[in-house]
């Protein structure tokens, strides 16, 4: 059963006639005759009555005419979604993160929805470790690390730098310091965040060659609930400078950097570098590859 047959016996039942669906077709009549009659013999059925003087239903006639627009409808809107999806009317970028990282993708959504409003920009919560070995494998479009990765077919682009600072509240006695040491930050109360990561790990492993006490006493299971634990003054927090840039430039927190822990990190956009990729992929890495030229572009002072 073709759709070329079903828009040629739709067109003859809306015409009642051979002749004036011939004309509307621009084909010929016996054209036409010989589509209804191949969809006659799909179906096995006879469509139209040939005893009447015009082009007159069967019962199986008006009841494959109801499945036939259907199908049309269907075929029509399958068409239309997929124009949609080349022309960026519609689709989906998905990007995997872990919390700490999700800032640094926001100012590429929000340039990418400039130009793309209609297009799902989907942003998956995904340790670290797990994101290259997603996006290797197409499960993820893109992926937010602060590491290198380990597959060779990804290829990445750096989007900025970070640090990890001791935040603090701006009372706290240390707050005046610009540096903190390990020790000093060993004989405060420390919140973490109570999931596992590299740079989790990396921390500890600094406090146990130094022999000195994390002093961990409070785990929170998300980064807002760290900062504002901070800012209540319940203790003080080792995280990305990132992810409080706005809470240090409202003057709520204050960030000390900690010279024995020297973690200036690459924050980097990784991609499969070869396969298929969706127009809606293909425009965000073009937004950001755009958004890399032009920070290479500005002087120094102002980035």
Not at 191 to 216: G, K, W, Y
Not at 218 to 244: D, H, N, T, W, Y
Request: one cysteine or more; hydrophobic letters at 40%; aromatic letters at 4%.
């Amino acid at each position: 059963m073709e759709l070329s047959e079903l828009r040629v016996f739709l067109k003859v039942a809306a015409e009642r006639s051979f002749s004036r669906a011939a004309m509307k077709l621009h084909r010929t009549q016996p054209a036409v005759s010989q589509a209804v009659r191949r969809l006659e013999e799909s179906v096995g059925e006879r469509l139209f009555d040939r005893a009447t003087k015009d082009a007159t239903l069967t019962e199986a006639g008006r009841l494959l005419r109801d499945y036939a627009e259907r199908l049309l409808r269907l075929s029509e809107e399958a068409e239309t979604a997929v124009k949609e999806l080349r022309d960026l009317r519609r689709g989906r970028v998905l990007v995997g993160a872990n919390e700490a990282s999700v800032h640094a993708v926001l100012p590429l959504i929000q340039r990418f929805r400039g130009t793309h409003p209609l297009v799902h920009v989907d942003v998956r919560r995904i340790p670290s470790r797990q994101i290259g070995a997603e996006v290797a494998q197409g499960s993820l479009d893109f992926g937010v690390l602060t590491f290198p990765p380990a597959e060779h077919r990804l290829g990445s682009v750096v989007l900025g730098h970070d640090e990890l600072v001791m935040l603090v509240h701006p009372s706290h006695p240390l707050a005046g310091a610009k540096e903190v040491t390990l020790a000093e930050c060993g004989r405060q109360t420390v919140i973490a965040h109570n999931d596992p990561s590299h740079v989790r790990d990396r921390v500890l492993q600094l406090f146990e060659q130094h022999h000195i006490p994390a002093n961990i006493l409070v785990s929170l299971p998300s980064l807002e609930g760290i900062k504002r634990a901070v800012a209540m003054q319940m203790g003080v927090a080792l995280l990305p400078r990132r992810c409080a840039e706005s809470e240090i430039a409202r003057g709520e927190l204050v960030a000390l950097t900690m010279p024995e822990i020297r973690l200036r990190r690459q924050v980097r956009l990784v991609y499969r570098k070869t396969g298929e990729r969706s127009h809606a992929a293909a425009a965000f890495l073009t937004v950001v590859e755009e958004s890399r030229s032009s920070r290479l572009e500005r002087p120094a002072s102002a980035r």
